[in-house]
């Protein structure tokens, strides 16, 4: 049943989804002069940046959810952004 039926429709179902998210051409130099080493340098920036503005919230719920939602996140593009440089291991933290 879920060769003959499911997973062919599945199939069909993902590749009529159009590409939602390119990384290569996010982080690709630009017509600007923004190179791409300055764009991440500037993304890790502002998660920074968002990570302490996470404690300055002042429900516990609210800082516990959007800090684990930011590391989600930022763990997430640094594995995407690490596989450009394969000579280097991802190392994760026990947090990430």
Same mark, same amino acid.
């Given at each position: 049943?879920?060769?003959?039926? =499911? &997973?062919?429709?599945?199939?069909?179902?993902?590749?009529? +989804?159009?590409?939602?998210?390119?990384?290569?051409? /996010?982080?690709?130099?630009?017509?600007?002069?923004?190179?791409?080493?300055?764009?991440?340098?500037?993304?890790?920036?502002?998660?920074?940046?968002? =990570? &302490?503005?996470?404690?300055?919230?002042?429900?516990?719920? +609210?800082?516990?959810?959007?800090?684990?939602?930011? /590391?989600?996140?930022?763990?997430?593009?640094?594995?995407?952004?690490?596989?450009?440089?394969?000579?280097?291991?991802?190392?994760?933290?026990?947090?990430?």
């Amino acid at each position: 049943d879920w060769t003959n039926y =499911l &997973q062919p429709e599945i199939t069909k179902m993902i590749e009529s +989804c159009p590409p939602t998210f390119d990384e290569a051409s /996010l982080f690709s130099d630009s017509a600007m002069g923004d190179t791409a080493e300055s764009k991440r340098l500037e993304l890790k920036r502002r998660f920074r940046q968002l =990570l &302490q503005i996470m404690q300055c919230v002042g429900c516990d719920r +609210c800082k516990l959810w959007g800090t684990l939602q930011t /590391l989600g996140v930022g763990t997430a593009l640094r594995i995407i952004l690490d596989e450009d440089e394969p000579s280097q291991a991802t190392n994760l933290s026990r947090q990430e």
